[in-house]
């Protein structure tokens, strides 16, 4: 563990930090239409940490989104769009990645919901589902992210 150093991410306008001490368990690209237009953009970029591992550290993060069972968390002042609790998943928190420090680090291991991705867009990804990945997908993806940021 004390070769692990923290990782800080902070909003655009820096109200809210947070803090993450442990390495992320897989990245991914999003291109479902929900995402589109919650980035504004042609897909969503994020890292998935064990939750403990997870702290915000200044400033009261808000529910935005569709206010449902995933629960998507911004900031209050400046809007941006932080990371999610997925519903019925409480072991992982998907966080921005484009909110981190360094975030050229957490290139997208896979991507999700490609059948509704905008036709020109590639993200690099090396594994893509047409929606989401099944749960028994991930032990393989896991594995498979730890080998290659090993
Ligand atoms: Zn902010
Ligand atoms: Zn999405």
């Known amino acids: ?55 915000v550290t200044s400033g009261e993060p808000v529910i935005g989104g569709l206010h449902g069972e995933a629960r998507h968390y911004f900031c209050p002042h400046c809007m941006s769009r932080l990371f999610t609790r997925p519903a019925g998943v409480d072991a992982f928190i998907n966080v921005r990645s484009t909110l981190l420090d360094h975030p050229e680090q957490y290139a997208p291991l896979m991507e999700t919901w490609t059948a509704e991705k905008l036709p020109w867009v590639t993200t690099g990804a090396t594994r893509s589902f047409p929606g989401l990945p099944d749960p028994q997908d991930y032990p393989g993806l896991m594995e498979e992210y730890a080998r290659r940021s090993a």
């Open 1 to 55: 563990m004390s070769d692990i150093a923290t990782i800080q991410g902070a909003c655009r306008c820096g109200q809210v930090t947070f803090a993450l001490s442990a390495r992320p368990v897989v990245t991914m690209a999003c291109h479902c239409v929900g995402c589109q237009k919650m980035s504004a953009s042609a897909f969503s970029l994020s890292a998935l940490f064990p939750v403990e591992s997870f702290k």
